[in-house]
């Protein structure tokens, strides 16, 4: 079993900043995928950004990629995400998840991922 909790969410301002962490325990391996999904009211959950733990090899998607940015520190089992210039459509509850996997760039599918946090809400003010 997995443990994971996030952290660092909160209310901001149309193109202010939020770091979000995330920290996993239990059970944990350095071929651990961590990813970060989000969900708006009344919309699925959608694949934000994820990274292998082991070698950092990471992805996007496309609306996180010039404004997001996923790092890592193994040495304390986090992640984080990065959010600039953040807008109102990034208003969601976002998650952190965690699958097994010993080879394979981060999967997008929700369905891959074992291990979720409870969320933390960001909520973007314009």
């Known amino acids: 079993q997995v443990h994971v909790v996030e952290s660092g969410g909160g209310l901001v301002q149309a193109g202010d900043s939020l770091r979000l962490a995330c920290a996993r325990s239990g059970r944990t391996l350095t071929s651990d995928i961590i990813g970060w999904f989000r969900q708006a009211p009344g919309k699925e959950r959608e694949f934000v950004a994820g990274v292998r733990a082991s070698d950092g090899i990471y992805k996007y998607a496309n609306f996180a990629k010039d404004r997001f940015d996923i790092d890592r520190d193994n040495a304390k089992e986090m992640v984080y995400l990065q959010m600039n210039n953040l807008k109102p459509e990034d208003t969601a509850v976002y998650y952190c998840?965690?699958?097994?996997?010993?080879?394979?760039?981060?999967?997008?599918?929700?369905?891959?991922?074992?291990?979720w946090g409870q969320g933390t809400q960001v909520t973007v003010a314009s």
């Open positions: 998840a965690v699958y097994q996997a010993s080879w394979g760039s981060p999967s997008t599918q929700t369905v891959d991922y074992h291990y």
